[in-house]
């Protein structure tokens, strides 16, 4: 009996467990196999359950499918199986002079098909966006073991919808992605600014001038967050400018600035970690319009501390996305009112249930709830074509 749990608070039991390392041996057993139902799973570094099966599922286990070549290292564009760990791909394009910008806190055991079926991305998301922006052609195994492929190793097309997006966010619902050809950058060099202010509001409220600097990243905790790292009392800024940035600390005289190695960015990354055993907690991964920073994330603070929430703030702010982490035991456990009522803050400011973690099994009410029917008929027509008799779970 294998037990398999995420970074959630889920675990479960599957009815069987297969790990394949290439298309072959999946294809061979999918079709060998064609009555039972799956779940994909892979780093299990996923905060939304959707790697963990039922107990009528069978686990297909990602973590051992891996190859990576490069296809053109002139132009910086390699392929990677999807069980490569982005720790794995981050130091094979390094060793040939390139950078893969999509570097999760959980990297050396998050898998790329991972962060593809999440739509995952990073501190440096804010200049190169997620790993959707930097995947060129993708292949997947439908559920009948069929090769499908989409996009191209070609920088540019325009031939159509590119449905190599489909699969950007598909969560493990639409196929098992197994491949996909990605581009490289060269992250350039970076000054990193630690900003820090007493007061929560007033340092949200300097986000918009930091972005006129156009970083390269823009990170933020508050004091409650930091308790899990270097217990800082104030809340902070990581600002990251490319080298050759003209930014002078002296213009803003109203908050402590100083220059730090990038090492010091850990301040931020040690909070994900270190809180993982502390309590268990609901990981809520909201993304809103960046001028709602302020009023938003100062209300929903309120909200759950008026309620006696223990609750941490940190995340990506220069996009807009925030990981907002409720605890909650036996005493205090989580219920459908605190969360209707986080929502229904969230909605009033534009916001979103999930910026790059995604729905997984513990967000799915929540997103069916305000999801447009429109995307729900075009994505369970998708669903019908790619996995008409549901052998994979769905969205919906
Ligand atoms: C400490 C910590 C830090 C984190 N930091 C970040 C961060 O900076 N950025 C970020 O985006 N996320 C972050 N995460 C969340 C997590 O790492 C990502 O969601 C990641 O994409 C999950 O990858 P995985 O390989 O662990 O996938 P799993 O957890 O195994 O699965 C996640 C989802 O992907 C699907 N899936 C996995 N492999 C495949 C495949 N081959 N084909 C189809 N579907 C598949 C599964 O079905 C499931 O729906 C963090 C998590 C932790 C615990």
């Keep these: 009996m294998i037990e398999i749990k995420d970074h959630s608070s889920l675990i479960g039991i599957p009815i ?68 490569n760990t982005m720790l794995e791909i981050k130091n094979f394009v390094e060793s040939e002079g390139w950078n893969f910008p999509v570097l999760p806190g959980s990297m050396n055991k998050a898998t790329l098909g991972g962060m593809i079926a999440c739509n995952g991305g990073g ?23 069929e090769i499908l492929n989409f996009g191209s190793v070609c920088k540019k097309i325009s031939e159509g919808p590119d449905f190599s997006k489909l699969f950007m966010g598909s969560e493990g619902t639409l196929g098992f992605i197994s491949k996909a050809t ?7 060099e970076i000054k990193l600014y630690r900003i820090s202010h ?19 990243y823009l990170e933020m905790a508050e004091p409650d967050a930091l308790r899990f790292s270097s217990k800082a009392d104030e809340s902070v800024i990581w600002l990251g400018v490319e080298e050759g940035t003209v930014f002078n600390p002296e213009n803003h005289l109203d908050l402590c600035i100083t220059k730090q ?13 270190n809180l993982q055993e502390y309590k268990k907690f609901i990981d809520l991964d909201i993304s809103f319009p960046l001028k709602q920073s302020t ?21 990506h702010a ?41 729905i997984g099994r513990i967000h799915k009410s929540r997103f069916k709830k305000f999801i447009d029917n429109n995307y729900k008929l075009l994505y369970l027509s998708i669903k019908a074509h790619l996995d008409p008799s549901n052998k994979l779970p769905s969205l919906f």
């Design 16 to 83: 069987g467990f297969f790990s394949p390392k290439n298309v072959e041996e999946l294809s061979e057993y999918l079709l060998k196999n064609k009555d039972f139902k799956f779940r994909i799973g892979a780093g299990l570094t996923g905060v939304s359950g959707a790697a963990v099966p039922t107990n009528e599922e069978v686990f297909i286990d990602f973590s051992k499918f891996k190859s990576i070549v490069w296809i053109d290292k002139e132009e910086g564009v390699f392929s990677a199986s999807a069980g």
């Design 123 to 145: 501190p440096y998301s804010l200049k190169y966006g997620k790993i959707g922006n930097l995947v060129r052609e993708i292949e997947v195994v439908g559920v009948n073991g």
């Design 182 to 188: 990605l581009s490289c950058v060269k992250l350039p």
């Design 198 to 216: 007493p007061s929560f509001s007033y340092l949200l409220s300097s986000i918009s001038v930091f972005l006129r600097y156009n970083p390269v």
């Design 261 to 273: 190695n990038k090492e010091c960015i850990k301040e931020r990354f040690d909070i994900g970690f």
């Design 295 to 315: 009023e938003l994330l100062v209300n929903l603070k309120k909200y759950l501390s008026n309620l006696g929430r223990e609750s941490v703030f940190f995340g």
């Design 318 to 358: 220069g996009d807009g996305n925030w990981h907002i982490h409720v605890f909650y035991d036996e005493q205090t456990p989580l219920n459908e009112e605190l969360i209707t009522g986080f929502d229904d803050i969230l909605f009033k400011h534009g916001g979103h249930i999930s910026g790059e973690h995604g």
